[in-house]
């Protein structure tokens, strides 16, 4: 006699700042967020850096210095949870590595990592950073100015394609802490199959249209997140 074991089902959690928020790093666009105090062209567009290094070097430095303070919260925690039962794959817009030092294993960065720097001749080149800067002068080994490995404004998002087979495959989708209002990034609602019960996780109410199967859970993600985590790690599928 065999017993039968039925695969995982494939479960996938779509990211924004707002998971992150309660770990003590700024949204973008909330009242007190990173893009009321900062002109978005004058720090992550690729003629920002053009027009000067050092203001984008030190955004993105400071931006790394938060992160490194930062440590996980209740809602990155939750979600290593679930891969108990689930496949679990997590597409984040967010540049900090939380969901990977809380334990998730499967995660997709649409914007680019923090803590890593990229070459400026060969975006292939890319590089952990040692410590919290990159200075004007820190150069590639074929001797180019490093840059944060950061997507800017303007540029291609190489991971795209990858998020939207992922998403295209999901059982159940789960949405936190995000606006859903950049793109491509925010588009990837739209590849999950309608039959998929989707979530949402957000303190604020979201516009979200179009979308069959959807449960808005207004909350934030420290709370919400853990909840919806036990929901699903208790149902019977
Ligand atoms: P936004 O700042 O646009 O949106 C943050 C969302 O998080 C909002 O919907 C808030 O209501 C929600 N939020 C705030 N606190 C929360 C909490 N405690 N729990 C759950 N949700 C909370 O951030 P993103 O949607 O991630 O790109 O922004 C998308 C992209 O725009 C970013 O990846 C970044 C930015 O410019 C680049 O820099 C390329």
Not at 2 to 9: H, R, T, V, Y
Not at 157 to 165: D, L, Q, S, T, W
Not at 197 to 219: M, R, S, T
Request: hydrophobic fraction near 40%; charge should be neutral; charged fraction near 20%.
């Amino acid at each position: 006699m065999s017993m039968s074991k039925q695969p995982k089902q494939k479960l996938v959690v779509f990211t924004g700042a707002g998971i992150s928020a309660e770990s003590g790093i700024r949204t973008f666009r909330d009242s007190d967020g990173l893009w009321e105090e900062f002109n978005i062209s004058e720090v992550a567009t690729p003629e920002a850096w053009q027009k000067n290094k050092a203001l984008v070097l030190g955004f993105y430095n400071k931006r790394r210095q938060q992160v490194l303070n930062a440590s996980p919260n209740a809602a990155h925690k939750a979600l290593v949870k679930l891969e108990l039962k689930y496949d679990v794959h997590i597409i984040t817009q967010n540049i900090d590595d939380l969901h990977e030092r809380a334990g998730s294993k499967n995660v997709i960065h649409l914007h680019g990592e923090i803590n890593k720097s990229r070459s400026t001749v060969d975006e292939n080149l890319v590089y952990p950073i040692k410590g919290d800067t990159i200075k004007l002068g820190d150069t590639c080994e074929r001797g180019s100015q490093l840059r944060p490995h950061i997507v800017w404004f303007g540029e291609m998002v190489p991971m795209m394609e990858i998020a939207y087979e992922v998403a295209a495959s999901a059982d159940i989708f789960i949405v936190v802490g995000t606006s859903l209002v950049v793109y491509p990034a925010a588009g990837i609602v739209d590849y999950v199959p309608t039959a998929t019960p989707k979530y949402l996780i957000d303190p604020h109410e979201i516009q979200v249209h179009g979308l069959a199967n959807l449960k808005f859970i207004k909350e934030k993600a420290s709370i919400g997140l853990p909840q919806l985590v036990n929901e699903l790690l208790n149902t019977s599928n």
